[in-house]
């Protein structure tokens, strides 16, 4: 039997921590990867099915139909989803609240219809159109916003009345039927023209050390606040990715895509797609740098919690729908270019469905509370490979709206379910 009086080995002692010697601690991949898996099993899975659907329909449209992949028909891919994608980032600002906003469609063809009748009756300079076609939509949103913040009315009451409203008010405005074509060089140009080779890359190049620059504020933001930094590998392989995906597009577009080069050359990026990513870095920015987006997070989580923390929730709501409607008057600008007119069915169609579709398909959350701005491009992509590669196929309308349709069910019902995992955990 030991004596209690006998000494004790000496402890050897412990090694301290990153903490105690006053160094944030910094995660490895290994770590960052199992937390992802954790977050996934939770039910977290964030873009992780938009991504993942978007590869495998390229690569099943691509094998039945290798034009699929031309540069053509990827610039074509690029302009065709680009109003329906302007419009679904800002319906990402209403679902995040819990809401839905049915009038956008049409809300985008009425500022269409401004645009064009102050371009082409008025003659009015392209700029000073644009801007009467978005105060247009900004007070359609305040005045939706209005209604259910203040008055108290159910946005889908409010939007599906609007949604009905607004047909009329086209039809008004183009006086029953009237086409009203724009003729204006600069909006024509957004969705038809193309940047030079050269400011391609030159773009391509921005992006990647802008990316590279705010990955690495981000990290040192979060060493200064004592959590765990992101590994200078991860920021490699993102950056990397960056790069060589953008690059691939890049060159991809930069060959020439007309089949009469004599008549008239065609190459390089689509002026839309910068249009598109300056939308992306600014809601992105609204969202999660700054503190009205944090609101918005927190009254879609939970609006009283929210009211109880100080947050006028009003003020949100109303703001979340000026938004909503401002990227629909830009989704309706780009329709009037792309179309080189505006008639009654402009923003009337399937242009809300296909809006509506990609931000959920993207990962935009019907509940409210879980989405980003990303999520309305990779939706708008999705759905635009599945109408297009099915239109390569031969595929009629009606298949493409059942086989869309389908998509957004299960969507929904991913949404739904990993919704009710995350609550049991």
């Known amino acids: 039997m ?22 944030p601690p910094t995660a490895g991949l290994g770590d960052i990867g199992r937390r992802y898996l954790d977050q996934v099993r939770a039910g977290e899975l964030g873009a992780l099915p938009a991504v993942a659907g978007l590869v495998v329909l390229c690569v099943f ?31 990402v600002f209403v679902l995040l609240l819990g ?11 009425v500022c269409a219809a401004v645009l064009a009748i102050l371009l082409t009756n008025h003659g009015w300079p392209w700029y000073a159109a644009v801007a009467a076609a978005m105060l247009t939509g900004a007070v359609i949103g305040l005045l939706i916003g209005t209604l259910v913040a203040k ?11 609007a949604f009905l409203g607004f047909q009329g008010v086209v039809l008004i405005l183009l006086k029953e039927g009237t ?12 969705a038809n023209d193309n940047l030079s080779p050269v400011l391609g890359w030159v773009l391509l190049a921005g992006c990647a050390v802008g990316y590279a620059a705010l990955q690495l504020r981000r990290s040192r933001d979060r060493l200064g606040r004592g959590l765990a930094g992101t590994p200078v590998a991860l920021l490699a392989v993102r950056t990397g990715a960056v790069v060589v995906l953008g690059g691939a597009a890049v060159y991809l577009l930069n060959q020439e895509r007309s089949r009469n080069v004599v008549v008239s050359s065609l190459k390089g990026v689509p002026i839309v797609v910068p249009v598109i990513g300056a939308l992306l870095l600014l809601g992105t920015f609204t969202l999660q740098r700054t503190g009205f987006g ?26 979340a729908f000026v938004i909503c409607s401002c990227l629909a008057a ?12 505006v008639d009654p069915n402009t923003g009337g ?5 296909l809006a509506v579709g990609s931000a959920v398909i993207g990962g935009t959350s019907l509940f409210g509370g879980r989405g980003r701005v990303v999520d309305a491009v990779l939706g708008g992509l999705v759905v635009a490979v599945i109408q297009n590669g099915m239109g390569l196929m031969g595929y009629s309308s009606g298949v493409k709206y059942a086989v869309t349709g389908s998509v957004l069910l299960v969507a929904a019902g991913v949404d739904a379910m990993s919704r009710r995992r995350s609550a049991r955990r």
């Open 349 to 353: 169609s399937n242009v809300l469905l």
């Open 61 to 91: 449209f691509s094998l039945l139909r290798p034009v699929f992949l031309s540069n053509l028909n990827f610039a074509n891919l690029l302009t065709q989803s680009a109003g329906s994608i302007a419009i679904a980032m800002g319906l």
């Open 330 to 341: 830009v989704g309706g600008i780009i329709a009037a270019s792309r179309g080189n007119s």
């Open 99 to 109: 809401e839905i906003d049915l009038s956008a469609g049409y809300a985008s063809g």
């Open 2 to 23: 030991t004596s209690a009086l006998a000494p004790r080995k000496p402890e050897r002692p412990n090694r301290p921590t990153d903490s105690e010697e006053g160094r």
């Open 151 to 161: 008055v108290g009315i159910p946005s889908f009451v409010v939007t599906l009345a």
């Open 179 to 190: 086409n009203v074509s724009v003729k204006d060089p600069t909006i024509l140009a957004i």
């Open 294 to 319: 944090l609101h918005i997070y927190a009254v879609g989580g939970s609006a009283e919690a929210a009211r109880r923390a100080g947050i006028s929730v009003a003020f949100i709501r109303t703001s």
